[in-house]
């Protein structure tokens, strides 16, 4: 794609106006004019990293919107032609936000159809640190599985799903099927397991464990046993959910979790290490990485 990159911020005078005053729902201009050099570049590396691996790892639902989105190495993309692709696909935009915003104002977004992303970058000198999600987590990882109608649908439910968990004190147990779903899920194609959450997606190092590592469990997806296990923040995930299909995410969109939040009640939380009897488990890992990892001084 070329003439992604030049000639198209229109909005000029809100680059660097740090001192806006702040809108009620958390977005801000994206300022895409006062990215640096430097930053376009970080952008550029990381771009190229994960762009070479994922034709392998990716589900082919995530590779194609990929391909069709106005997206490529040379630059950070401007969130409002990304919004145009994205919005004749899908119906979704890009609002530009300056990080973490409160789960409300996440979820109303989310509800709406609109998907909050961090306007910055990590540096160069972080290329895998990440204390809050970042352009390149937010677009790259999210942006091309929101290309496809199942997550576009499935994300506006866990919006407006989030609201009403918040109300009723459950939101742990749904941020859990986001976190397995969106940010960390595999799935089955003909080829075997794929990436299709934004967490590994946008992560070098893991993209290749999640598929390729013998270490961690893949275990076939189950919304009740999902919204029982706690999971970790700090290192790789020692769990896979993987579900059989895409298609799966339209149920899960429908469910009516109150039967679940009534059943969650009572009954066990499970570690993010644990495999049940009742586990369907198309993966047993060893555990190595994470054991090597706790074993250290
Ligand atoms: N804000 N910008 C941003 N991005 C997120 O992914 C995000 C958030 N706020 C809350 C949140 N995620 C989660 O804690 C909820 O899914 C529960
Ligand atoms: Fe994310």
Redesign the pocket.
Known sequence: MEDVCSDKVKHGLAAGLATAPQRPDWTVDQGWDSYTTEQHSVWKTLYERQSHLLPDLACDAFVEGMSRLPMSADCIPNFEELSETLHKATGWQIVA?P?????DV?FDHLANRRF?S?NFIRGAHELDYLEE?DVFHDVFGHVPMLMNPLMADFIQAYGKG?LRAQSLGK?TEL?RV?WYTVEFGLVRQNDGMRIYGAGIASSFSESAFSIQSDSPNRIAFDLERVMRTNYRIDDFQEVYFVLDDLQDLLALAKTEFAPYYERLNSGPTYQPGDILTTDKVPHRGTGNYHRRRTHKP
């Open positions: 936000v990080g973490l915003v409160p789960d996440f909050p961090g999600p989030g939101l941020a986001y």
